[in-house]
Protein backbone atom coordinates (compact mmCIF):
# COMPACT_ATOMS: atom_id res chain seq x y z
CA UNK A 1 0.00 0.00 0.00
CA UNK A 2 1.54 3.55 -0.34
CA UNK A 3 -0.25 6.20 1.24
CA UNK A 4 0.27 10.27 -0.34
CA UNK A 5 -0.30 11.87 2.78
CA UNK A 6 0.50 15.29 3.67
CA UNK A 7 2.14 16.10 7.35
CA UNK A 8 -0.78 16.64 10.56
CA UNK A 9 -3.35 17.12 7.60
CA UNK A 10 -6.57 14.69 7.44
CA UNK A 11 -4.44 11.93 5.73
CA UNK A 12 -3.04 11.55 9.74
CA UNK A 13 -6.61 9.75 9.81
CA UNK A 14 -5.44 7.29 7.68
CA UNK A 15 -1.78 6.95 8.98
CA UNK A 16 -3.58 6.39 12.59
CA UNK A 17 -6.01 3.37 10.71
CA UNK A 18 -2.96 1.67 9.29
CA UNK A 19 -0.96 1.66 12.73
CA UNK A 20 -4.04 0.55 14.53
CA UNK A 21 -4.52 -2.30 12.04
CA UNK A 22 -0.52 -3.08 12.83
CA UNK A 23 -0.01 -2.53 9.08
CA UNK A 24 2.97 -0.93 7.02
CA UNK A 25 2.52 1.14 3.87
CA UNK A 26 4.94 3.60 1.63
CA UNK A 27 4.15 6.68 3.40
CA UNK A 28 4.76 9.24 -0.10
CA UNK A 29 4.74 13.28 1.73
CA UNK A 30 3.05 15.66 -0.68
CA UNK A 31 3.90 19.07 -0.02
CA UNK A 32 0.82 21.02 0.48
CA UNK A 33 2.19 24.24 -1.03
CA UNK A 34 4.34 23.14 -4.11
CA UNK A 35 1.52 20.17 -4.71
CA UNK A 36 4.97 17.68 -5.16
CA UNK A 37 5.91 14.62 -3.77
CA UNK A 38 9.10 15.28 -1.84
CA UNK A 39 11.19 13.90 -4.72
CA UNK A 40 9.47 16.10 -7.24
CA UNK A 41 6.39 14.76 -8.69
CA UNK A 42 3.43 16.28 -9.11
CA UNK A 43 0.46 15.58 -6.65
CA UNK A 44 -1.89 16.22 -9.25
CA UNK A 45 -0.56 13.22 -11.71
CA UNK A 46 -1.99 11.45 -8.55
CA UNK A 47 -5.12 13.65 -7.66
CA UNK A 48 -6.24 16.05 -9.92
CA UNK A 49 -7.85 17.68 -7.06
CA UNK A 50 -3.99 17.82 -5.33
CA UNK A 51 -6.08 16.60 -2.12
CA UNK A 52 -4.86 13.92 0.55
CA UNK A 53 -5.30 11.72 1.13
CA UNK A 54 -4.89 9.13 -1.62
CA UNK A 55 -4.28 5.40 -1.34
CA UNK A 56 -3.11 2.84 -3.50
CA UNK A 57 -4.21 -0.17 -2.30
CA UNK A 58 -1.85 -3.39 -2.92
CA UNK A 59 -4.98 -4.48 -5.63
CA UNK A 60 -3.73 -1.28 -7.35
CA UNK A 61 -6.88 0.56 -6.52
CA UNK A 62 -6.56 4.27 -6.06
CA UNK A 63 -8.87 5.33 -3.13
CA UNK A 64 -9.02 9.01 -1.97
CA UNK A 65 -11.94 10.68 -0.08
CA UNK A 66 -10.71 10.27 3.76
CA UNK A 67 -14.48 8.47 4.82
CA UNK A 68 -13.64 5.61 1.89
CA UNK A 69 -10.07 5.39 2.47
CA UNK A 70 -10.90 4.75 6.74
CA UNK A 71 -13.66 2.57 5.61
CA UNK A 72 -11.32 0.52 3.12
CA UNK A 73 -9.13 -0.10 6.21
CA UNK A 74 -11.09 -1.36 8.53
CA UNK A 75 -13.32 -3.58 6.36
CA UNK A 76 -9.54 -4.41 4.95
CA UNK A 77 -8.11 -5.62 8.21
CA UNK A 78 -11.36 -6.84 10.04
CA UNK A 79 -8.76 -8.02 13.23
CA UNK A 80 -8.99 -4.70 14.19
CA UNK A 81 -11.95 -3.99 14.87
CA UNK A 82 -12.12 -0.59 13.60
CA UNK A 83 -15.65 -0.39 11.96
CA UNK A 84 -18.66 -2.30 13.28
CA UNK A 85 -19.96 -5.41 11.62
CA UNK A 86 -23.95 -4.63 12.38
CA UNK A 87 -26.06 -2.44 10.09
CA UNK A 88 -26.91 0.17 12.78
CA UNK A 89 -23.30 0.27 13.92
CA UNK A 90 -22.25 0.84 10.56
CA UNK A 91 -25.00 3.25 9.80
CA UNK A 92 -23.51 5.37 12.89
CA UNK A 93 -19.96 5.27 11.39
CA UNK A 94 -21.07 6.22 7.99
CA UNK A 95 -23.09 9.32 10.38
CA UNK A 96 -20.06 10.06 12.38
CA UNK A 97 -18.08 10.02 9.24
CA UNK A 98 -19.90 12.25 7.46
CA UNK A 99 -20.09 14.65 10.03
CA UNK A 100 -16.48 14.94 11.29
CA UNK A 101 -15.28 15.25 7.39
CA UNK A 102 -18.42 17.81 6.62
CA UNK A 103 -19.27 20.04 9.46
CA UNK A 104 -16.11 20.07 11.28
CA UNK A 105 -13.05 19.22 8.54
CA UNK A 106 -14.85 21.17 5.81
CA UNK A 107 -17.66 23.82 7.47
CA UNK A 108 -15.15 25.18 10.69
CA UNK A 109 -11.31 23.89 10.47
CA UNK A 110 -10.73 24.30 6.94
CA UNK A 111 -11.14 27.58 6.48
CA UNK A 112 -8.75 28.33 9.28
CA UNK A 113 -5.89 26.11 7.20
CA UNK A 114 -6.18 27.69 4.09
CA UNK A 115 -4.37 30.90 3.04
CA UNK A 116 -6.44 32.74 0.72
CA UNK A 117 -9.85 32.21 3.17
CA UNK A 118 -11.35 35.95 3.58
CA UNK A 119 -11.12 37.00 7.34
CA UNK A 120 -14.99 37.35 7.41
CA UNK A 121 -15.30 33.56 5.82
CA UNK A 122 -13.07 32.72 9.21
CA UNK A 123 -15.18 34.33 11.81
CA UNK A 124 -18.38 33.00 10.01
CA UNK A 125 -17.28 29.61 10.09
CA UNK A 126 -16.11 30.44 14.20
CA UNK A 127 -19.40 31.51 15.30
CA UNK A 128 -21.43 28.73 13.31
CA UNK A 129 -18.48 25.76 14.32
CA UNK A 130 -19.86 26.59 17.60
CA UNK A 131 -22.73 24.33 17.45
CA UNK A 132 -21.34 21.20 15.79
CA UNK A 133 -18.54 21.48 18.45
CA UNK A 134 -21.52 21.50 21.29
CA UNK A 135 -22.93 18.85 19.30
CA UNK A 136 -20.15 16.57 19.59
CA UNK A 137 -19.36 17.41 23.11
CA UNK A 138 -22.87 16.43 24.48
CA UNK A 139 -22.46 13.17 22.29
CA UNK A 140 -18.59 12.47 24.08
CA UNK A 141 -19.88 13.67 27.68
CA UNK A 142 -19.49 10.33 29.88
CA UNK A 143 -18.11 8.33 26.50
CA UNK A 144 -14.38 7.35 25.66
CA UNK A 145 -15.12 7.19 21.67
CA UNK A 146 -18.02 8.03 18.88
CA UNK A 147 -19.21 4.72 18.99
CA UNK A 148 -18.89 1.95 21.82
CA UNK A 149 -15.12 1.55 20.82
CA UNK A 150 -12.12 3.13 19.25
CA UNK A 151 -13.02 3.09 15.32
CA UNK A 152 -11.86 4.76 12.15
CA UNK A 153 -14.54 7.80 13.30
CA UNK A 154 -11.87 8.59 16.36
CA UNK A 155 -9.15 8.28 13.89
CA UNK A 156 -10.43 10.86 11.84
CA UNK A 157 -11.89 13.39 14.76
CA UNK A 158 -8.79 13.24 16.71
CA UNK A 159 -7.15 14.37 13.42
CA UNK A 160 -9.17 17.12 12.91
CA UNK A 161 -9.89 18.04 17.10
CA UNK A 162 -5.72 18.22 16.63
CA UNK A 163 -6.04 21.39 14.39
CA UNK A 164 -7.17 23.13 17.30
CA UNK A 165 -4.33 24.39 18.68
CA UNK A 166 -3.08 26.32 15.35
CA UNK A 167 -6.69 27.84 14.83
CA UNK A 168 -8.77 29.89 17.06
CA UNK A 169 -11.11 27.05 18.00
CA UNK A 170 -10.63 27.33 22.09
CA UNK A 171 -11.25 23.49 22.47
CA UNK A 172 -10.75 24.65 26.21
CA UNK A 173 -13.88 25.78 25.98
CA UNK A 174 -15.41 21.78 25.42
CA UNK A 175 -14.33 19.80 28.41
CA UNK A 176 -15.56 16.82 27.29
CA UNK A 177 -13.47 17.81 23.81
CA UNK A 178 -10.41 18.35 25.61
CA UNK A 179 -10.47 15.35 27.35
CA UNK A 180 -11.05 12.97 24.44
CA UNK A 181 -7.99 14.77 22.53
CA UNK A 182 -6.09 13.53 25.30
CA UNK A 183 -7.24 10.54 26.21
CA UNK A 184 -6.92 9.23 22.15
CA UNK A 185 -4.03 11.32 21.43
CA UNK A 186 -2.61 9.29 24.07
CA UNK A 187 -3.32 6.15 22.43
CA UNK A 188 -0.17 3.86 21.15
CA UNK A 189 -1.46 4.40 17.11
CA UNK A 190 -2.24 8.37 17.40
CA UNK A 191 1.05 9.04 19.31
CA UNK A 192 3.16 7.00 17.43
CA UNK A 193 0.97 9.19 14.44
CA UNK A 194 1.90 12.36 15.42
CA UNK A 195 5.46 11.68 16.36
CA UNK A 196 6.18 10.56 12.73
CA UNK A 197 4.56 13.46 11.38
CA UNK A 198 5.18 16.44 13.72
CA UNK A 199 8.59 16.41 12.51
CA UNK A 200 8.19 17.13 8.95
CA UNK A 201 5.26 19.43 9.75
CA UNK A 202 8.17 21.59 11.46
CA UNK A 203 10.31 20.61 8.43
CA UNK A 204 7.79 21.75 6.08
CA UNK A 205 6.50 25.17 7.73
CA UNK A 206 10.72 25.74 7.97
CA UNK A 207 10.91 25.45 3.68
CA UNK A 208 8.33 27.80 3.70
CA UNK A 209 9.46 30.27 6.01
CA UNK A 210 6.44 30.00 7.88
CA UNK A 211 6.57 31.00 11.52
CA UNK A 212 7.91 27.99 13.97
CA UNK A 213 5.67 25.96 15.82
CA UNK A 214 8.33 24.04 17.69
CA UNK A 215 5.49 23.84 20.42
CA UNK A 216 3.98 21.17 18.93
CA UNK A 217 7.29 18.68 19.19
CA UNK A 218 6.53 19.26 22.83
CA UNK A 219 3.59 16.83 23.08
N1 LIG B 1 -12.98 15.70 0.69
C1 LIG B 1 -11.61 15.39 0.89
C2 LIG B 1 -10.92 16.57 1.51
C3 LIG B 1 -9.47 16.31 1.73
C4 LIG B 1 -8.76 17.57 2.17
O1 LIG B 1 -9.38 18.60 2.43
N2 LIG B 1 -7.45 17.46 2.23
C5 LIG B 1 -6.66 18.61 2.58
C6 LIG B 1 -5.75 18.28 3.76
S1 LIG B 1 -6.72 18.05 5.23
C7 LIG B 1 -5.80 18.97 1.41
O2 LIG B 1 -5.24 18.12 0.77
N3 LIG B 1 -5.74 20.26 1.12
C8 LIG B 1 -4.94 20.76 0.06
C9 LIG B 1 -5.68 21.77 -0.77
O3 LIG B 1 -6.78 22.16 -0.39
O4 LIG B 1 -5.14 22.13 -1.79
C10 LIG B 1 -11.46 14.15 1.79
O5 LIG B 1 -12.32 13.96 2.64
O6 LIG B 1 -10.49 13.40 1.63
Same mark, same amino acid.
Given at each position: ??????????? @??????????????????????? %????? +????????? @? =????????? /? =????? /????????????????? $???????????????? &??? =??? @????? #?????????????? *??? @??????????????? !??? /???????????? #?????? +?????????????????? #?????? !?????????????? $???? *????? +????? &???? %??
Amino acid at each position: MQLYFSPLTCS @LAVRIALYEAGQEAAFIEVDSLT %KETRD +GVPYTTVNP @L =GLVPTLRTD /E =GEWLT /ENAAVLQYIARRFPAAR $LAPTDARGLESLQQWL &SFV =GAE @LHRGL #YSWFLDRQAPDAVK *AYA @LQKGRSRLQFVERHL !AGR /EHLLDQFSVADA #YLVTVL +GWSVVTPVALGEWPALSA #YVERVQ !ARPSVARARAAEIP $LYLQ *ARARH +GEPDL &SFLA %KG
